[in-house]
């Protein structure tokens, strides 16, 4: 789960880091949004689910990113196309074989989503870099705003695991 989130961040910060190196967020910042996610992924993990099967996909593709890929959450509207480049990503970069639990798989998608990255700097390149003020808003308020439903997210994915977390 946390995965699907940290890809899409990921992307953008990406895509962000590509198109002006002094706007991303600091290594702290993104460091106190990823280190209780982190720690989240691992209690699901010690429950033996293994996130990253078909059914997990579609689980992310119908509850997490209409959330986070909303106006309401970004603050404004992603350009046109973007769910397309996001299908794209995960038929290129997503086997439903994968565990994201298991490091080998983490590192085969990241590093997929990174070369993915630099053609969609070249699609999007004018326009990802209005994103960056919005990126470091979402990093900065993550703990006071954002982080709670996050972690609501990882519990309701537990849930369709038989699993409380």
Same mark, same amino acid.
């Given at each position: 789960? +946390?995965?699907?989130i940290?890809?899409?961040?990921?992307?953008l910060?990406?895509?962000?880091?590509?198109?002006?190196?002094?706007?991303?967020?600091?290594?702290?910042a993104?460091?106190?949004?990823?280190?209780?996610? %982190?720690?989240?992924?691992?209690?699901?993990?010690?429950? %033996?689910?293994k996130?990253?099967g078909?059914?997990?996909v !579609?689980?992310?593709?119908?509850?997490?990113?209409? *959330?986070?890929?909303?106006k309401?959450? /970004?603050?404004?509207?992603?350009?046109?196309?973007?769910?397309?480049? /996001?299908?794209? /990503?995960?038929? !290129?970069?997503?086997?439903?074989?994968?565990?994201?639990?298991?490091?080998?798989? +983490?590192? !085969?998608?990241?590093?997929?989503?990174?070369?993915?990255?630099?053609?969609?700097?070249?699609? *999007?390149?004018?326009?990802?870099?209005? *994103?960056?003020?919005?990126l470091?808003?979402?990093?900065?308020?993550?703990?006071?705003?954002?982080?709670a !439903?996050?972690m609501?997210?990882?519990?309701? *994915?537990?849930?369709?695991? %038989?699993?409380?977390?």
């Amino acid at each position: 789960m +946390r995965f699907f989130i940290a890809t899409f961040l990921c992307f953008l910060l990406s895509v962000v880091l590509e198109a002006q190196a002094d706007c991303p967020p600091s290594d702290d910042a993104i460091q106190t949004m990823t280190t209780p996610l %982190g720690a989240k992924f691992q209690e699901v993990c010690k429950l %033996g689910i293994k996130p990253g099967g078909a059914a997990d996909v !579609k689980w992310v593709k119908t509850v997490l990113l209409p *959330y986070y890929l909303s106006k309401s959450f /970004i603050g404004t509207a992603l350009p046109k196309g973007i769910e397309k480049e /996001i299908d794209n /990503i995960l038929m !290129k970069c997503h086997k439903n074989s994968y565990n994201y639990c298991t490091e080998p798989d +983490r590192v !085969k998608v990241a590093s997929c989503v990174k070369g993915i990255a630099g053609s969609l700097m070249l699609k *999007y390149g004018s326009t990802a870099m209005s *994103y960056c003020p919005v990126l470091d808003k979402i990093v900065g308020e993550w703990p006071s705003k954002h982080q709670a !439903k996050a972690m609501k997210f990882m519990t309701a *994915y537990c849930k369709t695991k %038989g699993k409380t977390c």
